[in-house]
């Protein structure tokens, strides 16, 4: 027997699987499938990181074991390739963003096929490719032809360094999610797509998917639907009325004055009449350079003015009431103004304080001289006229019947969730394919001239004004109108980095198809991805966004399914070994490679699972890699103890039936690392007992092979244990076998239970007499009396009936 050299036989097995095209996935109709899918990586310049074949490997080993259970397995990989970090490192070294990408994918393609994933490499894609990119623009001209994309002037999230308009999605904490440059507000003109649309269904649906519970919530608060009326509230000396949202109509009595957003359209209407304009207009120039979260998030000290000249008047107690402007609240939520109640609205009580405003409570309870009251669920209304007496919940539906019937306001729900920002000013993504002409305004570019491809240019980088570097080819951007044939321009925004991410997954199930974005066909049989693994940051971003198009596609009727993603999971980061993250700038980075080199792809992978539970975070360790590495040899050395054998040892049987169960749903259930501990465990019952059959090792191999594939095709091949290990069937159990040999049995006195033994599941009924009587507790129970009957059900019952 050699000694385990993984570097050798990773590389021939990693050869036979491509020769033998053994994980390429037929269109096999007939059979069942089974669509696993990870997160397709961005090809930074830094290579693949060891964060990456965490999920890689968790689905890798449920695809193999679905493969020898019989299903049609499609488990796909390929590149999502637009983006910022490969355009900014082409413009630092002046290489064509395209050839960057081209190195980048050969180098993560490489170190993939390196760790020996069951990937199907045949569909194999990449968003930047003109082929696949087609279909993205294909999809944006049906989201523009059914009304669901549409260019408007609005203030969007800019990050002064990237130079480039970010989705609310993309700010983390008011900061670039890229570069981690505080973001401004900048007015632009920009795409948007009506995401919007979908809230109340992109909620709803939720119910009929499969995803773990930590995603569902952050979708449904992200999205954000809340319930409430939106109200009038007339001006004093005005046929003008200011409109508001809120979720707590019950407390209109509480309304002593109002705020609108500086942003408000309240200012420019009444310009004559406002006494202190000047003062006005100079908070809303100050608060226009800071973004929505730091207006919200942030400040816990409230600014504000008062509008001098107007007030509003309380459509219930009709008292005039102040209006004051703050940048507490938003013009991008709900009306942009809002009713204030500072007894139970808590930010509406520090402003109320802050500038001496009144106070009013309408619910009963708490102590306003202190703090807001807020937590108000069972209350009932006081100061509030045809409300008192009321419990909130009733008081709501009172006063908004109340208000309907007097048109003076509405029922309203509302969402949180905005509409998605889509264009970008960059080189590095789709064109977006529409063309500007004078006369007939935007006209899409005809469907048999997709792709738009990206022209050559000799300068990537963004225009100090915001135009995209594309705006400067005048070959390019000059064109004719598709509709009247007179010169005309074309876009120059690109699409943003989450466009081809969006709709990827239907690609996978028909990657060459010409005619379509994926045949019916295809799309009938793959679909919906049956099993989804991918990091928690994509949850409101690339998860939602892929949703919504998904969604989209539905409906036009391109995709059978409302969703694309019948189970999502989700795992924790690898951090350096300290628990930080791994970064450059921490010099705590771990390369998959040498690792690969130094102890074999198997080790990693072995590794990559036993490092700690799947969905939380985990500190890397090399020991822990040592101790990975130490398990496969002593495998491999199972060799040593081989006998021949089509049974399994009968001493060994119990627990290897026990462990087929175990790894069985364990795999199934991401916890490959608890797996790996029962495999471990039953290797040292093998080398305990001194001898194992083929059958006792070829289950082993099986069980053992999804995590590391590599060593046990290898020692299945040279003990010849049957033609290929990948071409076995998973192995199955006996349920009863599994049953643990030692019961408790309960001893009863009478139909009573009086204690329990520890006997053998099918000890005899003499050897429970005998241990039942041995018990300390027997002799009080039997005394002065005597044995009527026992009755006896082996590892069941044993029951003493006496008189
Ligand atoms: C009166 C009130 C009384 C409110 C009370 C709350 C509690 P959610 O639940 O997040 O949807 N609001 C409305 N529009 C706003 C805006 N553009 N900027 C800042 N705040 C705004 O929040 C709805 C509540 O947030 C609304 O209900 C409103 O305050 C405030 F005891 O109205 B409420
Ligand atoms: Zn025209």
């Excluded at 930590?214 to 046929?239: D, H, L, P």
């Excluded at 159990?733 to 009863?748: A, N």
Aim: charged content about 30%.
């Amino acid at each position: 027997m050699n000694s385990y050299n993984p570097n050798k036989i990773e590389k021939k097995w990693q050869n036979f699987w491509d020769e033998h095209e053994t994980y390429v996935s037929k269109n096999e109709y007939d059979k069942e499938k089974f669509y696993a899918l990870v997160e397709f990586p961005y090809p930074s310049g830094q290579g693949l990181h060891v964060g990456h074949p965490r999920p890689y490997t968790a689905l890798d080993i449920v695809a193999r074991k679905r493969r020898y259970e019989g299903y049609n397995v499609l488990y796909p990989m390929g590149w999502d390739a637009f983006g910022l970090p490969t355009e900014n490192f082409a413009i630092q070294n002046k290489i064509h963003p395209a050839k960057v990408t081209e190195q980048n994918i050969k180098r993560f393609k490489e170190q993939l096929k390196s760790i020996g994933f069951s990937f199907d490499w045949s569909r194999e894609i990449n968003t930047t490719d003109p082929e696949y990119y087609k279909w993205t623009q294909w999809i944006f001209l049906q989201l523009y032809k059914h009304g669901l994309a549409y260019k408007t002037e609005m203030p969007i999230n800019w990050c002064p360094s990237c130079k480039v308009g970010l989705s609310n999605e993309e700010v983390i904490n008011g900061k670039c999610e890229r570069c981690g440059t505080e973001v401004i507000r900048k007015v632009k003109s920009q795409w948007m797509l009506k995401i919007t649309e979908y809230a109340q269904r992109l909620i709803d649906d939720l119910d009929d998917v499969d995803y773990i519970e930590r995603v569902k919530t952050q979708q449904k608060n992200w999205i954000g639907r809340s319930e409430g009326a939106e109200i009038k509230f007339n001006i004093v000396n005005s046929s003008e009325y200011l409109e508001v949202y809120t979720t707590r109509p019950d407390t209109v009595f509480g309304a002593t004055y109002m705020v609108i957003a500086p942003e408000h359209s309240l200012i420019e209407n009444n310009t004559d009449r406002i006494t202190n304009l000047d003062e006005i207009l100079s908070y809303r120039d100050e608060s226009s350079k800071k973004s929505d979260f730091e207006r919200t998030e942030l400040v816990h000290n409230k600014t504000g003015v008062e509008i001098k000249g107007i007030k509003a008047i309380n459509p219930l107690t009709n008292r005039e009431i102040p209006i004051w402007i703050s940048d507490y609240v938003l013009m991008t939520y709900g009306t942009g103004a809002i009713m204030a109640v500072p007894a139970h609205d808590e930010r509406d009580y520090e402003f109320a304080k802050k500038f001496n405003l009144e106070i009013v409570p309408v619910i009963e309870g708490g102590d306003i001289s202190k703090e807001a009251y807020t937590d108000t669920d069972s209350g009932i209304m006081i100061n509030s006229g045809f409300l008192n007496g009321l419990q909130v919940k009733e008081a709501i539906e009172k006063t908004i019947e109340y208000l309907e019937k007097n048109n003076l306001g509405y029922k309203k729900v509302n969402f949180k969730l905005r509409d998605w920002v889509f264009s970008r000013q960059r080189y590095w993504g789709e064109p977006i394919p529409l063309i500007h002409c004078d006369d007939c305004g935007w006209v899409p570019v005809p469907e048999d001239e997709l792709p738009v491809v990206l022209p050559e240019v000799d300068n990537y980088e963004p225009t100090d004004d915001g135009e995209s570097p594309l705006s400067k080819i005048t070959s390019w951007v000059n064109t004719t109108c598709p509709h009247c044939g007179k010169p005309a321009k074309r876009e120059t925004d690109t699409m943003p980095q989450w466009a081809g991410s969006s709709w990827y997954f239907l690609r996978y199930t028909d990657p060459h198809n010409d005619k379509a974005l994926a045949s019916k066909e295809a799309l009938d049989y793959w679909m919906p991805v049956d099993w989804y693994n991918g990091g928690m940051e994509h949850t409101t971003l690339h998860l939602l966004y892929s949703r919504f198009w998904h969604k989209f596609l539905y409906d036009i009727g391109v995709v059978p399914t409302k969703e694309p993603y019948q189970k999502r999971t989700s795992h924790g980061m690898i951090l350096g070994s300290n628990n930080e993250k791994m970064s450059k700038s921490r010099g705590n980075v771990i390369n998959p490679d040498d690792i690969v080199e130094a102890y074999g792809a198997d080790t990693l992978r072995a590794y990559e699972m036993f490092v700690g539970d799947f969905e939380k975070n985990a500190p890397w360790s090399e020991k822990g890699v040592k101790g990975c590495r130490r398990y496969l040899e002593r495998v491999w050395n199972l060799q040593s103890i081989l006998i021949e054998g089509e049974n399994y040892t009968k001493d060994l049987e119990s627990s290897i039936h026990k462990t087929i169960k175990k790894v069985s749903s364990d795999y199934e259930n991401l916890k490959a690392n608890t797996a790996i501990a029962a495999l471990m465990s039953l290797l040292n019952e093998f080398n305990d007992y001194g001898k194992i059959t083929e059958a006792d090792l070829r289950t082993y191999l099986m069980l053992l092979n999804p995590v590391a594939p590599h060593i046990t095709e290898e020692i299945w091949e040279a003990n010849k244990l049957g033609g290929y290990l990948n071409e076995q069937s998973w192995p199955k159990y006996d349920e009863s076998k599994t049953i643990d040999d030692i019961v408790e049995l309960p001893v009863q006195f009478n139909g009573k239970v009086r204690y329990t033994i520890k006997v053998s599941r099918d000890a005899s009924k003499e050897e429970v007499q005998k241990i039942a009587s041995e018990n300390e507790n027997y002799l009080s129970h039997i005394k002065d009396k005597t044995i009527v009957k026992e009755v006896f059900v082996p590892g069941k019952i044993y029951n003493i009936v006496i008189k």
